[in-house]
């Protein structure tokens, strides 16, 4: 199937004279870390479908600079801010795309103070879009009937009050969607946020993720779905934790919305 | 002789208010310790949040029971107030219940107060109970040992008294209870008194009069020390409350300056800085002690209701860390106290005591073990944000220490070398493509 995938960078586009529609800012996770390249796929697959003119920056991609940030490290934020801002408005960037909760804050909240000014779109916004610009459609198929619950991303949710859009999304492809008892602007966080994910947890008695892993599966569901890499790691190590990883798989919504097309 | 209690009354009004203003300005002043910070802005959504947040308690009803009360006690306490005024017009002309003459409308007034007299009393019960019978969770965390919890209950005795007053000295004015108009509660306490003598039930009706008034001037006083002070400043804190989104963590002036610096080839790093260039430059970069947080910080955290609704929706705390968006705020304000006392007996100048924020009241433990997820932000019934404080101390922690925890150290390194948080070429990160 890879081959098929189709992926120009701005580079490309530059040197042909064109400007995509927008730029798919595919994260550090995204772009090196096993589970969520599969979500970076699966989302250009759906690119693809819909025929979307997009670009990555592929090697001219740099970190945001968030964990640096969230740890306290404001320099060398704003150092991988500015550089990030001086690439692409060489480019002329106007609109960006990304699977990544993380990268959407940053560079949405916090790099307009810096000179950097674009119309940023999570992928679950962009997908939804698309939808109901009649550019994709979506239907269940293996997922029709199944009960999926979502997961919250703090830097989608309550940092930046996307609540609806995967959720319309799952309910798009016929499954069942349930609630945890604590979702939306009340989700727990799933341990991994303000640079957790690259230490270990501080002296406690439980793992944050094995405590959010159980009120997911409180609901019953069949998929956890996540809309973030960082969640979709630590939801998958909650789900192991739990020996439940045969019973129920933990999916970004563009994998979901990818898979049900047979992509 | 005869204009005695006027007098006295006018004496204790001066004492009660005079002292009040007094630690009003000392709060001021201890609040404008803080960095200084632009919010000028956007004053309309300001109001409108004002109005939304303080005034319609719009946050406390997300958990109904304990908001529908504490909107009974709000309500109760703001509308009996009015009361307040009557008594204070009786107490200087020494006139008595100069309002009744507007006959049915006081009546009603009156008849209002008790009602609300009433279930403010059954609300605070209710508070007392949560606290102390049903031992609900938030109440018993470690940082509530101590004068918090005692503030916590007192703040409940204050009140029951109060309201107690109030009622005892509807039911003693014989001429009150004998107009029949507004004695709704007060009718049925009469007759606990039927068997005093006429002038036994005025001097209780006095003593009443008296205890309520000096009461309220004491419980006014008693604000600036404890977690009470919310009544008032939840106004101010949620008029400066953060506007931008939750996410949106303020960029570090001090640093995007050295940035452009490094950045812009025409700035000649060895020219002598230009006239008065060295004051700009911030002694540190993030904040180890109150006076390096923001003024509007500091504000949060003398606003700080103690009521832990932020702890208990903290993921840290939830799994056992040390962490507690509570005690983040109230060892703010603990500590500012401290630096308070000690301007006021150095003569003004704070003199270093060898303490600071960091350290003395807040570990490192603790602010390690945040994820940023904004639950204590959106949780606070008051715009609280406790996150900011600590990331500004982190900041501190690693761009003046380097006292991170060796692999958030590593993590930083990875991204100053090739761009990502792990070990990675940037030269591999379009890889996954032909994968
Ligand atoms: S932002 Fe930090 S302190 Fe606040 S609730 Fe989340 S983990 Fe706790
Ligand atoms: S910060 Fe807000 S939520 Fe937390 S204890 Fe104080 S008032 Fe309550």
């Known amino acids: ?263 | 002789m005869e204009y005695l209690p006027q007098l006295l009354f006018a004496v204790a009004l001066v004492i009660g208010i005079g002292y009040f203003a007094r630690n009003v300005k000392k709060l001021m002043r201890n609040i404008k310790l803080g960095r200084a910070m632009d919010v000028s802005d956007n004053k309309s959504q300001r109001w409108k949040n004002m109005t939304m947040i303080a005034l319609g308690q719009s946050k406390m009803v997300k958990r109904p029971i304990a908001g529908f009360l504490h909107v009974v006690v709000y309500v109760g306490f703001v509308v009996i107030n009015i009361e307040v005024l009557e008594i204070i017009i009786d107490g200087l002309t020494g006139k008595h219940r100069v309002f009744s003459s507007a006959g049915s409308i006081y009546g009603f007034l009156i008849g209002t107060f008790e009602i609300l007299a009433v279930l403010v009393f059954v609300s605070v019960v209710i508070f007392w109970l949560r606290r102390n019978v049903i031992k609900l969770k938030r109440f018993l965390s470690s940082e509530m040992k101590g004068w918090p919890k005692s503030d916590g209950n007192m703040i409940l005795y204050f009140e029951m008294v109060l309201m107690t007053l109030f009622l005892v000295m509807n039911a003693t004015d014989l001429k009150f209870q004998a107009m029949d108009s507004g004695n709704i509660i007060s009718q049925y306490i009469t007759p606990w008194f039927s068997n005093f003598s006429e002038h036994s039930i005025h001097l209780i009706e006095r003593s009443a009069w008296w205890f309520h008034i000096l009461g309220i001037l004491v419980f006014l006083n008693y604000l600036y020390f404890s977690k009470h002070l919310h009544i008032l400043l939840a106004f101010p804190n949620t008029y400066y409350g953060k506007l931008t989104p939750k996410g949106q963590f303020e960029n570090n002036e001090a640093v995007t300056k050295e940035v452009k610096m490094m950045m812009d080839p025409n700035v000649d790093p060895f020219a002598a800085p230009p006239e008065g260039a060295e004051a700009a430059v911030p002694a540190k970069f993030g904040a180890s002690d109150v006076q390096d947080l923001s003024w509007v910080n500091l504000l949060n955290a003398y606003t700080c209701t103690e009521c832990g609704r932020c702890t208990s929706e903290c993921p840290a705390n939830q799994t056992g860390k040390a962490l507690s968006p509570r005690k983040i705020m109230m060892d703010t304000r603990d500590r500012l106290e401290e630096v308070g006392k000690n301007i006021d007996s150095n003569k003004g100048s704070f003199k270093d005591d060898g303490k600071q924020l960091l350290g003395d009241y807040i570990t490192n433990e603790e602010l390690w073990a945040c994820t940023s997820c904004n639950a204590c932000v959106e949780a606070c019934p008051v715009s609280i944000d406790p996150l900011n404080i600590i990331m500004q101390m982190r900041q501190y922690l690693v761009m003046e220490q380097s006292a991170a925890p060796m692999e958030l150290n590593n993590m930083m390194t990875n991204i100053e070398n090739n761009g990502a948080p792990w070990p990675y070429n940037q030269m591999d990160r379009l890889n996954w493509k032909n994968e």
């Open chain 1, 1 to 263: 199937m890879s081959e098929l995938l189709k992926v120009p960078t701005m580079a490309e586009f530059m040197a042909a004279g064109k400007q995509p529609e927008v730029l798919f800012w595919v994260g550090c996770a995204g772009s090196f870390d096993d589970r969520a390249k599969k979500i970076t796929k699966a989302f250009v697959k759906l690119l693809n479908k819909a025929n979307v003119e997009f670009a990555v920056l592929g090697t001219e991609e740099s970190c945001t600079g968030d964990p640096a940030k969230r740890s306290g490290n404001e320099f060398l934020f704003q150092m991988q801010a500015v550089t990030n801002i001086e690439v692409m408005n060489a480019y002329e960037i106007k609109k960006i795309v990304t699977a990544c909760p993380h990268c959407f804050n940053t560079i949405k909240n916090e790099y307009p103070e810096l000179g950097g000014n674009y119309e940023v779109m999570h992928h679950t916004q962009f997908l939804k879009t698309l939808l109901s610009e009649g550019r994709l459609t979506i239907e269940g198929g293996q997922y029709k009937g199944k009960r999926i619950t979502f997961h919250d991303p703090c830097y989608l949710g309550r940092a930046n009050q996307v609540y609806e859009a995967p959720r319309d999304l799952i309910r798009k492809l016929d499954a069942e969607l349930v609630e945890m008892k604590s979702c939306k602007s009340r989700g727990l966080c799933c341990g991994a946020g303000g640079a957790q994910m690259f230490k270990e947890p501080e002296k406690g008695n439980k793992d944050i993720n094995v405590e959010r892993t159980e009120q997911a599966l409180e609901t019953k569901p069949q998929i956890i779905a996540a809309g973030c890499p960082f969640c979709n790691t630590m939801m998958t190590d909650g789900v192991k934790n739990k020996e439940k990883e045969n019973d129920v798989a933990v999916m970004d919504i563009a994998e979901l919305i990818a898979n049900a097309q047979d992509l």
